[in-house]
């Protein structure tokens, strides 16, 4: 880093007086950082302090023979003995992380303002946020428990490395250590396990990249392990595996990660550069915030629970359809709001649809139906029994939801995305009965028959659905396709009885022939299959893309595909016709198109595209990939050919894995107390609410500095140059604010609002009121700003310097004192004022407003209301605000989602507005908004 910025002070110091030297420094040079040359911790709060424009010092105690010593006095004058260590006036500040965390609160700005004496630095580029999709920040309790769950596995395989399995746990090792090093825990079984059993336990947030270089470690040895083992070496394979656990073992118990320390060395010999920490150093303590907002526990006055109708304008009696609203923080109280009841959705019903789909495909491996030398029967037993019991559970708490909130239950019935989950209900009783069938002929067709009849009628209410309502393009989901999935699945089931069972099923004198029962169900979902995969096609070419808890609904084009080339079979006259269709060309071309989508899809994690949500619906990918496994599976039996074996036992396994890992979100989701809650809303105007939840976390910081701003210049000793330099600072960061604020009641008065009161006219009309009550207050202090700007600019050539400067210090300390009295007022009037519109009118855009409108009124915020110079000023106090970083990503993603043409102008305001770091961790989420000029850009057409 260039020294311009700073003053780098030498310090040569012995036992006997580096303390009183270090005294010294620290009382000579009112900034002073303690540092190393190689230290990225150092490297990232000298480049902040430049960025601020600090004037300070910098004493490099590697560069000197007694870093001991330095070391061990800091100690004594500071009890810190690691560096960085920040000393202003005498104090000392911490660490980088310790001033990072100060600046996010609002704590160290004024303490740096006397000494913001430069011209800021330019901010510095970042090429990259992270390799692949590892986090910048993970939890370092959590990597250290899957370090022990390692040393664990790896002991074990030791132990029992005569045996013939050990070589596919070895294997299972290397691919955990892969996901590790793709994408941290998230994919990781060991890490999500971890993840499960610390999930009431605070995380120790430690920065990403030293533990992706330790995984990528842990990746070479267990590659060479594996190779040993699969190449009949165990013993040579033990030997590494030793070694792996030796590694392990250090940071399970001494917390010592000899990865992190090779990395630690990599940067001291600049084989990598400092700046890497640079995304976790600045986003550390929005996880922390995150973390504790979500875990804080809130209580609530009784009637945060009970209907409150809004009334209407010389309205006297509440009617059904009036504005009914609950006075309570609507994101607080979801956070608490736990209920097994009012919040099993039917989505619910996906978990043990999935978990019977992997039971079946082991039963398709099991002795009745030889593969590979491996039975899965057991297998197939022990999940079917857990599919079983989990259904059971959740339609006794469905039924009950459907008896106690019968309108949670319509409203799903209804929904054109949620009701396709009522077919995971249906794909489950057939599947539990073709697992049930071998045991109990009759019991097994019963299910068969109930499964079928029920998602033939839900295909019936579907349909008519499309046909008689009228449907907004952009519930064109492909979820839509687990109408036919189901039918596929039917259509396999009473094949199954016809080909396997016909002698003792029950036919009511022979009336009854099951392939042609199968065959009616086969059309219907095939003529489906094609039409719906035909729209969602289309749509998904023009969809925007920007909500993540949809996009797992790809995954049912592969489910559909690979369920094809199964029913197909089942549905055939005899057992011997199957076999014969299983080799003509529509069998094997739908194999081919199931294969084709499961490549496809698969590159959406490639790309990370897809993610795990905290979301029901991630349970389609381990079902569909289970389907698609069977579909692979009975190919091969078909085929027997040495290709399509080892392409059976890779989608098996895969579809193991995935199923595994989904079911360890999912505990941790239950671990963790976010299982049972509402699930999270948001659309195009969630802006609105976002841009509150910033003003939320500024004002009481800002009010604070205020009054610390107002003291200093008042202080004695405070020059009319320092005055003047700390009030033109202090006026710009106001003017952002005062501006936010008229540009977010612009977007409410003109836009927002009047489009919710043509639902009810004459809504609230109070908030008008205190919208013109708060907006004179701003006026005033706008004109007293502008006051001030004029006064500076006509005095900036004044030769008489001194005066000049008295005079302008003179009114800038008029602006302070008049803000010092009032801002507090103003501050709590206003945050009454956002809860108050939250409570009342914008209940209106949650509750009534069809996405089609939501999409025109953030179109016309953006376009309309505000010019680029407006919302320049809100990006950069809205993002900078905002204490969540998933916050930061939503409020871009509802401009993509409502002008998803204008995403690169949205990309090159954020870009001009936002720290690199955050601007790169944005672009994560959203690539689609990476402006012409800079890497992964690409023209919108």
């Given at each position: 880093m260039a020294s311009n910025y700073y003053v780098e002070v030498p310090l040569d110091v012995d036992a006997s007086n580096a303390t009183d030297k270090v005294k010294e420094v620290v009382a000579t040079h009112p900034v002073v950082v303690f540092s190393k040359t190689t230290c990225p911790f150092c490297f990232e709060l000298k480049r902040t302090l430049n960025t601020m424009g600090v004037e300070y010092a910098v004493v490099e105690v590697d560069k000197s023979a007694s870093m001991a010593a330095i070391q061990k006095a800091l100690g004594e004058v500071s009890n810190i003995t690691t560096v960085p260590n920040l000393f202003v006036a005498g104090k000392s500040?911490?660490?980088?992380?310790?001033?990072?965390?100060?600046?996010?609160?609002?704590?160290?700005?004024?303490?740096?303002?006397?000494?913001?004496?430069?011209?800021?630095?330019?901010?510095?580029?970042?090429?990259?946020?992270?390799?692949?999709?590892?986090?910048?920040?993970?939890?370092?309790?959590?990597?250290?428990?899957?370090?022990?769950?390692?040393?664990?596995?790896?002991?074990?395989?030791?132990?029992?490395?005569?045996?013939?399995?050990?070589?596919?746990?070895?294997?299972?090792?290397?691919?955990?250590?892969?996901?590790?090093?793709?994408?941290?825990?998230?994919?990781?079984?060991?890490?999500?396990?971890?993840?499960?059993?610390?999930?009431?336990?605070?995380?120790?947030?430690?920065?990403?990249?030293?533990?992706?270089?330790?995984?990528?470690?842990?990746?070479?040895?267990?590659?060479?392990?594996?190779?040993?083992?699969?190449?009949?070496?165990?013993?040579?394979?033990?030997?590494?595996?030793?070694?792996?656990?030796?590694?392990?073992?250090?940071?399970?118990?001494?917390?010592?990660?000899?990865?992190?320390?090779?990395?630690?060395?990599?940067?001291?010999?600049?084989?990598?550069?400092p700046s890497i920490y640079r995304p976790y150093l600045n986003m550390r303590e929005e996880k922390v915030?995150?973390?504790?907002?979500?875990?804080?526990?809130?209580?609530?006055?009784?009637?945060?629970?009970?209907?409150?109708?809004?009334?209407?304008?010389?309205?006297?009696?509440?009617?059904?359809?009036?504005?009914?609203?609950?006075?309570?923080?609507?994101?607080?109280?979801?956070?608490?709001?736990?209920?097994?009841?009012?919040?099993?959705?039917?989505?619910?019903?996906?978990?043990?649809?999935?978990?019977?789909?992997?039971?079946?495909?082991?039963?398709?491996?099991?002795?009745?139906?030889?593969v590979v030398d491996f039975d899965g029967g057991y297998a197939s037993q022990v999940l079917i029994v857990i599919a079983v019991v989990l259904g059971g559970l959740f339609a006794i708490l469905y039924g009950a939801r459907t008896i106690v909130y019968p309108q949670k239950a319509l409203k799903e019935w209804y929904h054109p995305l949620a009701s396709n989950y009522f077919s995971a209900m249906n794909i489950l009783v057939v599947l539990i009965g073709l697992c049930y069938i071998q045991r109990n002929h009759v019991g097994g067709m019963t299910l068969i028959w109930i499964g079928a009849i029920g998602q033939m009628l839900l295909t019936v209410f579907k349909v008519s659905d499309w046909v008689y309502r009228r449907w907004s393009e952009d519930w064109e989901s492909p979820v839509l396709m687990m109408i036919p999935v189901g039918n596929f699945i039917a259509a396999i089931g009473f094949g199954t009885i016809h080909q396997e069972y016909g002698h003792s099923a029950p036919n009511f004198k022979n009336d009854i022939q099951y392939n042609q029962l199968g065959r009616l169900w086969f059309g219907v979902a095939m003529l489906f299959a094609l039409v719906l995969f035909t729209i969602t096609l289309r749509r998904t070419f023009h969809d925007s893309k920007v909500d993540n808890r949809h996009r797992v609904g790809l995954w049912v084009w592969l489910a559909t595909a690979a369920a094809v080339g199964p029913a197909y079979l089942s549905v055939y006259q005899s057992a011997a016709g199957a076999v014969a269709a299983g080799t003509d060309v529509f069998y094997q071309s739908m194999w081919g198109i199931a294969l084709f989508f499961f490549t496809i899809l698969s590159m959406g994690y490639v790309r990370g595209f897809f993610s795990y949500t905290n979301d029901l619906s991630m349970w389609i990918v381990p079902f569909s990939l289970a389907v698609f496994a069977i579909n692979t599976i009975q190919y091969y039996r078909l085929a027997t050919d040495g290709l399509f074996l080892g392409l059976a036992i890779i989608t098996g396994a895969v579809a193991?894995?995935?199923?595994?890992?989904?079911a360890a979100h999912t505990l941790y989701m239950f671990a963790d107390g976010t299982l049972w809650v509402p699930k999270a809303k948001w659309g195009p105007l969630s802006f609105l609410k976002l841009t509150h939840e910033a003003f939320r976390f500024y004002l009481p910081q800002l009010e604070?500095?205020?009054?610390?701003?107002?003291?200093?210049?008042?202080?004695?000793?405070?020059?009319?140059?320092?005055?003047?330099?700390?009030?033109?600072?202090?006026?710009?960061?106001?003017?952002?604010?005062?501006?936010?604020?008229?540009?977010?009641?612009?977007?409410?008065?003109?836009?927002?609002?009047?489009?919710?009161?043509?639902?009810?006219?004459?809504?609230?009309?109070?908030?008008?009121?205190?919208?013109?009550?708060?907006?004179?207050?701003?006026?005033g202090w706008k004109a007293l700003v502008q006051e001030y700007r004029d006064t500076s600019r006509a005095h900036a050539g004044d030769a008489e310097a001194g005066g000049s400067a008295a005079t302008v210090a003179t009114l800038g300390q008029?602006?302070?004192?008049?803000?010092?009295?009032?801002?507090?007022?103003?501050?709590?009037?206003?945050?009454?004022?956002?809860?108050?519109?939250?409570?009342?009118?914008?209940?209106?855009?949650?509750?009534?407003?069809?996405?089609?409108?939501?999409?025109?009124?953030?179109?016309?915020?953006?376009?309309?209301?505000?010019?680029?110079?407006?919302?320049?000023?809100?990006?950069?106090?809205?993002?900078?605000?905002?204490?969540?970083?998933?916050?930061?990503?939503?409020?871009?993603?509802?401009?993509?989602?409502?002008?998803?043409?204008?995403?690169?102008?949205?990309?090159?305001?954020?870009?001009?507005?936002?720290?690199?770091?955050?601007?790169?961790?944005?672009?994560q989420e959203l690539p689609e908004i990476i402006p012409r000029g800079l890497a992964g850009h690409q023209r919108l057409y």
């Open positions: 500040y911490g660490g980088c992380v310790d001033v990072k965390a100060r600046l996010f609160h609002g704590k160290l700005q004024t303490v740096l303002a006397p000494y913001q004496t430069k011209v800021p630095a330019p901010e510095e580029e970042l090429k990259r946020h992270s390799l692949f999709y590892f986090p910048e920040t993970v939890n370092g309790n959590a990597v250290r428990l899957a370090s022990f769950f390692t040393f664990v596995h790896a002991v074990l395989c030791c132990i029992f490395y005569r045996h013939s399995a050990t070589r596919w746990a070895v294997l299972a090792l290397m691919i955990d250590f892969v996901a590790r090093v793709l994408y941290g825990g998230t994919y990781s079984l060991m890490g999500m396990l971890a993840n499960v059993v610390l999930s009431r336990t605070a995380p120790r947030f430690v920065a990403g990249p030293p533990k992706q270089f330790a995984a990528l470690c842990g990746v070479f040895f267990s590659v060479f392990a594996s190779g040993l083992f699969l190449g009949d070496e165990p013993v040579g394979g033990c030997i590494v595996l030793v070694l792996l656990a030796g590694a392990a073992s250090l940071e399970t118990i001494f917390d010592f990660c000899l990865g992190c320390w090779m990395f630690g060395l990599a940067i001291r010999f600049g084989f990598v550069s915030y995150a973390y504790n907002f979500t875990h804080q526990l809130r209580t609530f006055p009784a009637e945060a629970l009970q209907n409150q109708h809004l009334l209407a304008a010389g309205q006297t009696t509440p009617t059904p359809v009036d504005l009914i609203r609950k006075v309570r923080p609507e994101l607080e109280f979801k956070l608490q709001d736990i209920d097994l009841i009012r919040h099993t959705t039917v989505d619910f019903f996906a978990i043990p649809m999935a978990v019977a789909t992997l039971a079946f495909m082991f039963q398709t491996v099991s002795a009745r139906y030889p193991c894995a995935s199923q595994a890992v989904t604070a500095r205020i009054g610390e701003l107002n003291a200093l210049t008042q202080a004695n000793g405070t020059d009319a140059k320092t005055t003047q330099r700390l009030v033109d600072a202090f006026v710009t960061e106001v003017d952002d604010l005062l501006k936010a604020f008229e540009i977010h009641s612009a977007h409410e008065d003109d836009v927002a609002f009047p489009m919710m009161r043509r639902f009810f006219p004459g809504l609230v009309p109070d908030v008008d009121a205190e919208h013109e009550s708060l907006h004179a207050t701003v006026i008029k602006v302070l004192s008049t803000l010092a009295a009032d801002f507090g007022a103003w501050s709590t009037a206003v945050q009454a004022h956002l809860r108050h519109e939250e409570d009342s009118i914008t209940v209106v855009a949650r509750k009534y407003l069809p996405l089609e409108l939501a999409r025109q009124v953030t179109h016309a915020c953006f376009t309309e209301v505000a010019t680029a110079e407006d919302w320049a000023v809100m990006f950069r106090f809205v993002l900078a605000s905002l204490p969540v970083f998933q916050w930061k990503i939503r409020y871009v993603k509802a401009f993509v989602w409502g002008v998803p043409e204008r995403a690169q102008e949205i990309g090159l305001i954020v870009y001009r507005n936002v720290d690199r770091a955050t601007w790169l961790a944005l672009t």
